[in-house]
């Protein structure tokens, strides 16, 4: 029977605890994450009216086209410049504008197991905003809302085949750029197949690299999604759909491979769309599956190598749920191995900074300060929606904790302490968001002032860690 | 992860983050700028954080029982700038000397705030807000001073505006565009944590280890210079028409529990980091000097024994200095002020610290009256209020 910390609840399943939130927190820290779980797809009110993917996608693209057909009679007009400055002006707000939001959402959330849950998963199906993808610049953001967090308190295969459908994940992961080889325009253009989707649903999002698939089964995923598209005009001229909205999916039947496919030994008739329908609904329920989501949960929330038994447990209720993503999630509190003081993870850059601000009630979190903080994330390398490969963000300690990460954190916390230092207490706060220990107690009543006391709590072992 | 130049901390940036998180706390605003022309007196404050040991920097080497109690802090007897037969400043103090020599320093020793507790927390509190217990948003003693003598203006030279200088009247608050340096000596209260931590520990010695090799003289000139630059813009403020009249810098550092040294050591190098600063305020200042107070003070003194690890704990009563050529005026009067309580066991409070035998308030509430023109209505009743007049005991 574990005990049930709040610290471990507010720190290890949360996003670092608030000086005030202990008493409530306290009562029943394990019902307290439960009762986040029906909260979890409520669209944060800060995300309202900031645009859907689609509309962002289709914007960005055009302001792309419009660069592009400028740039190429050689000589911009002044006229064309202005449009240029207009469009990066608007682009630059806006990314700034998303980027404090989704600080704030962190900062601010009151479920914060929730809100963790749907950066989870927003991780697990990482996209990025690179630079050989203009049209995604503004689509990380939509995307984790229409994808993720809609979907959160569905099956996994709901939300898989949601991501599978989403613009900003065909782009990222060239899908739009396969074409059936075999297809009317494939053999019109004389184009061919992307496997990057297929794989990376293979590796990354389903069954995990040793899920038990080969490079066959890759190339019948990729055929069967061939088609899967976004309603975007090509080079030049119309959309595809003029009747169905810009930016959004579209099922592009003439780009769709013919035929049926095999796939890990089941053959999948050639349905058009419904036909990666089916093959993605297989692969939510295949066993691999089960255990790779069951790990990553494991390794994102209780330890970077966590105990067999916690894995087995969650790929159980998985399998057992037909993958229902609220009863894993519950799972993964009910597990003793989470509850376990020993099990302990090193906060990512963004968990640092957002559990700092959290643990500083008071600070306006104005546009400014928000921007600032997110400059900081940008100097820890952890900007939203940039992970460095569609495998997301690292999970372990070594990535996060290297000495140059711990220097930078110890300057930034000097500099927040230095800046309200003599506004907090560290000798509250300390025993408010960590559990007691007397090395970190004796430490900061042993300070020399307010200032190196906030220091001292905020850039300690204690607090790089979730435990 | 890379550790590419691009992906360093962009210092800049973290100025602007410690402006706008300061600004964006309880603290008044800047617009003193718009304000009516300040007084003729200056006043400087520098607050030392963590408790000066007094008998270090203005040593009682006539007290027969001084080197019973701490021999190993005391330096040689032929280096100590002897102000008397009986008071001497430690070596460190070259340039408060020579002010000495010229009726430009005065010094008062075993003084105290009205705290008798031993953290640093509330001692600073009550050092600073004035008043005769710690509490949790207190005002400043010296923004009280100026709320209704608009003629006065404040500025806090450091990157947050403490505590002495909160409240309604506004003030002012500049920091220099550098990164703060990292104290050293809160980097080692940090490993001292991180020696606990197997995973992390390892790391943060390496980032120290790098820091020392490529950045230590770097580092340590910075953080002169990181005292020094404020010690300039003090000058430059005060002088400035229009300017403030009074300024407020903060030092740490003086927390030396372990290994505080003699004539050299951890201890001395804040005494000559101290002793250059009001050097170079002097110098600084230029004309403006003959009318300026520095008012040095910390929030209490430390044990009079030695401890086990070559250092001093927490204890009652210090040492204040007042520099500038503003205490000329006030004429010809011995080197050290206050009764002397003694080191002998039985004088000793509680049975380890210098017993306060004047009360810093009386300090400051005369500094106030005399040098700034406040009256002593205010003085007694606002600033430091329940404070008894004439309190002040010179001998």
């Known amino acids: 029977m574990a005990l049930y910390s709040p610290f471990t609840a507010a720190n290890k399943f949360g996003l670092g605890l608030q000086p005030g939130e202990h008493t409530e927190i306290d009562k029943d820290p394990k019902g307290w994450l439960i009762a986040q779980l029906p909260l979890a797809d409520r669209l944060p009110p800060r995300y309202a009216g900031m645009g859907n993917a689609a509309q962002l996608i289709e914007m960005a693209d055009t302001d792309y086209r419009q660069r592009i057909s400028f740039q190429q009679d050689n000589q911009l007009t002044a006229d064309e ?54 049209s995604l610049v503004h689509a990380g953001l939509p995307y984790e809302n229409e994808a993720i967090r809609a979907h959160i308190n569905g099956r996994f295969e709901d939300m898989l085949l949601a991501v599978a459908q989403h ?35 293979l590796e990354l999002h389903t069954l995990g690299v040793d899920g038990g698939y080969t490079q066959d089964d890759v190339i019948a995923l990729a055929r069967m999604l061939t088609g899967w598209n976004v309603n975007l005009p090509a080079q030049t001229g119309t959309r595809p759909d003029p009747q169905s909205p810009a930016g959004g999916f579209f099922y592009y039947a003439l780009l769709h491979e013919p035929g049926a496919q095999q796939l890990l030994g089941k053959t999948y008739a050639d349905t058009g769309l419904r036909q990666a329908t089916a093959a993605i609904q297989d692969l939510a329920r295949h066993p691999s599956t089960a255990t790779f989501i069951a790990n990553k949960l494991a390794r994102h929330f209780i330890a970077d190598q966590p105990p067999a038994s916690a894995i087995a447990a969650l790929a159980k209720v998985f399998t057992d749920t037909q993958g229902d993503l609220p009863r894993v999630h519950q799972a993964l509190v009910e597990l003793d191995e989470a509850w376990d003081p020993g099990m302990q993870k090193l906060k990512s850059a963004e968990d640092f900074i957002v559990s700092t601000v959290r643990a500083l009630p008071g600070i306006p979190l104005t546009e400014d300060v928000l921007g600032i903080l997110n400059d900081t994330l940008s100097s820890f390398n952890q900007r939203p929606f940039t992970a460095p490969s569609p495998a997301g963000w690292p999970e372990q300690a070594e990535h996060w904790g290297g000495p140059d990460a711990l220097m930078k954190r110890v300057e930034f916390i000097n500099m927040v302490a230095g800046a309200v230092g003599p506004d907090f207490d560290a000798r509250d706060i300390v025993a408010l968001i960590l559990p007691a220990d007397a090395a970190l107690q004796l430490a900061i009543r042993r300070a020399e002032s307010k200032t190196q006391a906030l220091a001292l709590l905020l850039a300690s072992p204690q607090f790089q860690w979730r435990a | 992860m890379s550790n590419t130049d691009a992906n360093r901390l962009n210092r800049r940036q973290f100025i602007k983050t410690a402006a706008l998180l ?63 037969n ?14 000495q020599q010229r009726g430009e320093l005065g010094i008062v020793h075993a003084v105290a705030s009205a705290y008798r507790e031993r953290s640093h927390f509330d001692g600073q509190n009550i050092l600073e807000s004035g008043l ?72 943060l010695q390496e980032a120290l280890n790098a820091r020392d090799i490529v950045g230590a003289s770097m580092e340590n000139s910075r953080s002169v210079q990181g005292f020094a630059a404020l010690v300039d813009a003090a000058a430059s403020f005060l002088n400035a028409a229009g300017g403030p009249n009074i300024v407020v810098m903060e030092n740490d550092g003086w927390d030396t529990h372990a290994n505080q040294g003699a004539a050299q050591g951890i201890l001395q190098r804040k005494f000559t980091e101290l002793d250059n600063s ?37 204890g009652t009563a210090s040492v204040a200095f007042l520099a500038g050529g503003g205490l000329v005026k006030y004429g010809s009067r011995p080197a050290v002020l206050g009764p002397w309580p003694g080191l002998s066991e039985s004088m000793l409070r509680d049975g380890r610290d ?22 002593g209505s205010l003085v007694h009743e606002v600033v430091f209020p329940g404070l008894v007049a004439g309190g002040l005991r010179l001998s």
């Open chain 1, 81 to 134: 410049q202005a449009q240029i400055r207009i469009a990066q002006r608007r682009s630059t707000t806006l990314q700034r504008e998303q980027s404090n939001q989704r600080l704030a959402v962190a900062i601010e959330s009151d479920t914060p197991f929730a809100e963790r849950l749907v950066r989870f998963w927003s991780n697990h199906f990482s996209i990025a905003l690179t630079n050989n993808k203009p």
């Open chain 1, 167 to 201: 613009p900003t994940m065909l782009i990222y992961l060239d899908n739009t750029a396969s074409f059936g080889p075999n297809s009317p325009a494939g053999r019109q253009r004389n184009r061919g197949l992307n496997e990057n989707y297929a794989r990376e649903m």
């Open chain 2, 22 to 84: 300061a600004s964006a706390g309880s603290l008044p605003g800047l617009s003193w700028a718009n304000s009516a022309i300040s007084g003729d007196n200056k006043l400087a404050v520098i607050i030392l954080r963590g408790a000066m040991d007094g008998l270090s920097a203005v040593i009682p080497y006539g007290d027969a029982a001084l080197s019973g109690h701490r021999a190993a802090l005391v330096p040689a007897d032929n280096t100590l700038l002897k102000l008397d």
């Open chain 2, 86 to 99: 009986f008071f001497a400043l430690h070596p460190a103090f070259s340039g408060l000397y020579q002010l």
């Open chain 2, 132 to 203: 005769e217990t710690a509490q949790s948003n207190p005002s400043g003693w010296l923004n009280r001073a100026i709320q209704v003598q608009t003629q006065q203006q404040a500025m806090a030279l450091g990157q947050s505006v403490p505590l002495i200088l909160r409240g309604q009247a506004s003030v002012g608050s500049w920091a220099p565009s550098v990164l703060p340096a990292i104290n050293d000596d809160t980097l080692s209260r940090l490993q001292n944590l991180y020696n606990n931590d197997s995973f992390l520990g390892p790391r």
């Open chain 2, 278 to 314: 009001i050097t170079q305020l002097k110098t600084g200042l230029g004309a403006t000097w003959q009318n300026t107070v520095v008012v040095v003070m910390t929030e209490f003194g430390r044990t009079v024994r030695v401890n086990g690890s070559l250092g001093t704990d927490h």
């Open chain 2, 354 to 375: 210098l017993q306060p035998t004047n009360d810093l308030r009386s300090l400051i509430a005369e500094i106030l009256q005399s040098h700034m023109g406040f009256p």
